[in-house]
């Protein structure tokens, strides 16, 4: 389709013919989004170009009507939805005024290189584009429809030139005499009008308009003709040639106005090596690290748009990457720091004194005086200049009303700003500024990662001879981990290496805001301590959005707007707006905060006094999830279920760890037993057995009135470690106290498989197996699916292989039936033991490959790590050693990242059965005292382990 906006608003489909689109709402709607066409454009952009000052109630839901009739008449696939706002899905070439703005600049770049002719008809094809004002249709779109008439308006002025060089100069007058009138103060049509009256044999004319202008200018503004028209008088009084020479391709470049007397001529003092003037910008003292990805994306942002907004948290880096990104550019540049403006209304006054603008002498009494906005207008209309406008998010309306003003009328102007907030005007292209890259715990190459080389180079240069080494990177990583990867956290922390080691300096970030008090004398004092560079942004929030960053500072990691709205209390919309001002950053589908920002936000909370109240409900909202999502990790939804759960895990622990510290056991309990079975399958079982011991000891040696379940959860839990001492032993006879081996959890679920693990069937096996197969047919699908894996398991104990593999192919009818991959790879596991016990390896193998494939699929790393060992196993028994051993190097180490001592036990098992196929009894002496260390004792699903631990010893001894 093709969109067209420089007139009234209209589209055209493949064939050309137009494309019905509704009434004017909708029309004006699609005028936004096609000027932004690929880019997606802010709601609150939408609501205030499309109604005004007064939009009507609800106009949320006005807008979501006219995005819904704009969707039908044009398909629902153009128009996207996006957190942000909406997005038009084109391409910006298929919108009449992004071709016309590229044709007038590819016009504009054949003039300057003397290519007349193609100047002449790029320039008009570009001006046929237009069929009347700009967003027509979009009468509330005044400062973009007024930036469209200043290109187009320029447009004309560059095809005028053209014309000019072409010898044109009679067939321009009138025209010019026309542009002139409506444009009075535009100084370049003058000196077109000038030539052209000159070219046609008129010099006393030429002349004339050169004086009108003069009395014009001195009259409106105070100031004296520019140098262009200056120039043009000059050569009109001299009679020079130039004015009616006509150039063929190549010709000379068009005119170009020197630069205004308010800045130095280019290679004058402050003239970079490029040639453009660098005003304002210093010269950095520390080297830039890890920013020449941001830095070429900063430069590409000014090649395709005007306004460029570099957005971010405090500290992360805004400026300097300005300041870099502009010290590249070739053209000149401005850098004007907003840090010490206190109030709107020495915005622009700030800018002229960057620019070096002086006042005027005081107005005479018949003239009126100039305002700051008029002068920064009239001085740089026809310049071509980047001006950087830093540290912008206590003045963003004033800035964004002035940057506004200024592109509108100023062709030849770039901005660049930086601010914690967006401008949020037409046209802005927002390129966030994040931390720098960090490193995971344990890094192979530490300095790979932008943050550890910023620590390393600002902590050479206050301790000179530091590196980065073996003895220092675990330290340093956690540093740069601790602070987010801000630069200026890291800066400030490397700083501290004057006076102190740093594993010192590691040690003491639990108290950041403390530590890090160091900075520049010369910084900005709210960049010279961490607590001020986030107390800046703290500051400059409302009343309910410091209420919503408090609050939500109880969230570990990050929050969606439905939890962030039920736990806090306070609407979305709140939560959106700390997102515009980097108090939170938005991450696959959450909001979270950084860590240093959240450590903040919790002082806060704790000075409110709503710390208990908020984390009571951060609680609540916790156990309802698991209450609603436990059953679902049983069914063939499992891995939607335990993704979502991935990204609340850290909050699940949170919330277990406020109930074992607040003294509400009993809710405790409830939230552990119901995060059981996902803690299970994603194999987190130190850290786990860790929060319920502690839970434990704050309930004592009684369970809770009616929470046997619970309760028995919580002690089987405590044993995840593997770890057989007398306080876990104790735990375990206890659960057999508890609940008759006959039990059917009615609320806990996976307790059913959890108990049998790790407590096994009492002495009267035979009675066990018929009590299941009494009770199986009645059960719910999962139970009766786990109900005939126990049996099948029963039945091998009882040596019935036959009964067993039966009841074993049922258990996987069942679970397959449910679509359940966890219980499926438990009953293929069972499978491949029983054929291993018959000696059919090769079906073990494939039985224990396509349990491997499910547990990779549900990233259940403990299966996984025990189908690998059973297919070590097979392997064994087919005479393929060096093939067993790489699945038990490959199961050893995923057991131990998830600290499942049970496979890491029989993983070594292998390994050493290896090394004696191989005659290395040492070898294997060692790994078996390992794995006979690594076993946990009082499992009864590790006896097997435990029995071919002790076999093998007998061996490796005996052949010694």
Avoid at 56 to 81: H, M, T
Avoid at 617 to 634: C, F, G, I, K, Q
Avoid at 684 to 706: F, K, M, S, T
Avoid at 760 to 777: C, F, H, Q, S, W
Wanted: hydrophobic share 45%.
């Amino acid at each position: 389709m093709r969109f067209e906006i420089l007139g009234p608003t209209s589209v055209l489909d493949e064939d050309g013919a137009p494309v019905a689109l509704g009434g004017p709402r909708v029309r004006a709607l699609l005028t936004l989004l096609a000027l932004n066409a690929g880019r997606v454009v802010g709601a609150d952009r939408l609501v205030d170009d499309l109604y005004g000052p007064h939009p009507p109630d609800g106009v949320a839901n006005a807008l979501q009507s006219q995005v819904s009739r704009l969707r039908r008449a044009l398909g629902r696939d153009l128009i996207e939805f996006h957190p942000a706002g909406y997005r038009l899905v084109a391409d910006p070439h298929d919108v009449d005024a992004r071709r016309f703005e590229l044709l007038a600049l590819d016009g504009r770049r054949a003039l300057a290189a003397g290519d007349a002719g193609r100047a002449a008809a790029l320039l008009g094809e570009a001006l046929e584009l237009w069929r009347g004002a700009p967003l027509a249709d979009a009468p509330h779109a005044v400062s973009a429809a007024a930036g469209l008439e200043e290109l187009r308006l320029a447009a004309v002025e560059d095809r005028l030139q053209a014309d000019l060089a072409l010898g044109r100069h009679r067939d321009l007058v009138a025209e010019l005499r026309r542009l002139t009138a409506a444009h009075p103060m535009r100084e370049r049509l003058r000196a077109q009008l000038m030539r052209a009256l000159y070219g046609s044999g008129r010099q006393a004319e030429a002349l004339a308009v050169y004086e009108e202008a003069r009395r014009l200018l001195d009259r409106e503004l105070g100031v004296e003709p520019g140098a262009e028209l200056a120039a043009a008088h000059l050569a009109v009084l001299r009679a020079d040639p130039s004015l009616t020479a006509q150039t063929t391709a190549p010709s000379p470049a068009p005119f170009q106005p020197p630069v205004p007397p308010f800045l130095p001529e280019p290679g004058g003092p402050g003239a970079s090596p490029g040639g453009g003037f660098k005003q304002g910008l210093r010269a950095q003292l520390t080297s830039f690290v890890g920013r020449a990805e941001e830095l070429a994306q900063v430069s590409a942002r000014l090649r395709d748009s005007r306004l460029v907004t570099l957005i971010g948290p405090g500290g992360a880096g805004k400026t300097r990457l300005a300041q870099e990104a502009a010290a590249q550019e070739p053209g000149d540049v401005c850098f004007v720091p907003l840090a010490h403006v206190a109030g709107a209304a020495g915005v622009p006054g700030a800018v002229l004194v960057a620019l070096d603008i002086r006042d005027a002498l005081l107005p005479a009494p018949q003239r009126a005086a100039v305002g700051p906005v008029t002068r920064l207008l009239t001085a740089l209309a026809e310049r071509d200049l980047l001006l950087v406008l830093d540290n912008c998010e206590h003045l963003v309306a004033t800035v964004a009303e002035l940057a506004d003003a200024l592109l509108a009328s100023c062709p030849g102007l770039r901005v660049l700003t930086t601010s914690r907030e967006a401008l949020g005007i037409t046209g802005e292209s927002i390129l966030p500024v994040s931390p720098l890259r960090l490193p995971p715990p344990e890094p192979d190459d530490p300095l790979a990662y932008a943050a550890v080389r910023l620590f390393a180079d600002r902590a050479a240069a206050v301790r000179p001879g530091f590196a980065v080494d073996a003895g220092n990177a675990a330290d340093v990583v956690r540093i740069c981990r601790a602070l987010d990867g801000l630069p200026l956290a890291i800066e400030l922390a490397a700083a501290r290496l004057r006076t102190l080691p740093v594993a010192d300096v590691a040690a003491r970030l639990d108290d950041r805001f403390r530590l890090l008090t160091r900075g520049s004398r010369t910084a900005l004092p709210r960049h010279q301590t961490l607590r001020a560079v986030v107390a800046w942004s703290w500051d400059l929030l409302d009343d309910a959005e410091q209420r919503l960053a408090a609050r939500l500072s109880v969230f570990v990691g990050g929050a969606t707007p439905e939890a962030a709205e039920r736990v806090c209390g306070l609407p979305e919309e709140v939560l959106f707006s700390l997102a515009e001002k980097s108090l939170v950053e938005y991450v696959g589908g959450r909001y979270r905060m950084l860590d240093t920002i959240r450590a903040f936000c919790a002082e806060r909370l704790a000075e409110s006094g709503e710390t208990a109240a908020i984390r009571d409900a951060h609680t609540a909202y916790y156990l309802d999830l698991v209450l609603t999502v436990d059953p679902l990790l049983r069914t063939a939804d499992q891995l939607t279920w335990l993704a979502r759960l991935d990204r609340e895990s850290d909050d699940l622990e949170a919330a277990v760890r406020w109930t074992t510290v607040s003294g509400r056991p009993e809710t405790g309990l409830r939230l552990l037993a119901h995060s059981a079975c996902y803690w299970w399958m994603r194999g987190h079982r130190g850290v786990i057995a860790g929060l319920a011991a502690a839970l434990l000891a704050r309930i004592g040696d009684v369970c809770p009135a009616g929470m046997e379940e619970e309760y028995v959860m919580c002690l089987l839990v405590t044993a995840w470690t593997g770890v057989a001492d007398d306080v876990v032993r104790e735990r375990l006879a206890e659960v057999r106290e508890l609940l008759p081996i006959a039990h059917l959890p009615e609320r806990v679920e996976f307790l059913m498989m959890m108990r049998s693990m790790f407590t096994g069937p009492p002495g009267d096996v035979e009675k066990i197996y018929r009590d299941l197969l009494a009770n199986i047919e009645g059960l719910p699908p999962w139970q009766r699916a786990l109900s005939y894996s126990g049996a099948g398991f029963v039945l091998q104990i009882l040596g019935r292989a036959e009964e067993s593999l039966a009841t074993f192919r049922r258990a996987l009818a069942a679970f397959r039936a449910i679509g359940e991959r966890w219980g499926t790879v438990l009953v293929l596991s069972g499978l491949g033991e029983l054929a291993s016990r018959e000696g059919d390896y090769a079906a073990s193998y494939a039985l224990s490959d396509e349990a491997l494939t499910l547990a990779r699929e549900l990233d259940a790393r403990a299966e996984m790590a025990e189908a690998l060992c059973r297919r070590g196993d097979a392997l064994l028994g087919m005479g393929e050693p060096l093939g067993g051993r790489a699945d038990y190097e490959e199961a050893a180490e995923l057991a131990r990242r998830v600290g499942s001592m049970d496979m890491l036990a029989w993983a070594h098992l292998g390994m050493a059965e290896v090394a004696l196929i191989g005659g290395e009894r040492d070898a294997a002496l060692s790994l078996l005292a390992q794995a006979r260390a690594e076993c946990p004792d009082d499992w009864y699903s590790t006896e097997d382990i435990r029995n071919r631990i002790d076999e093998a010893l007998g061996r490796a001894v005996s052949e010694r």
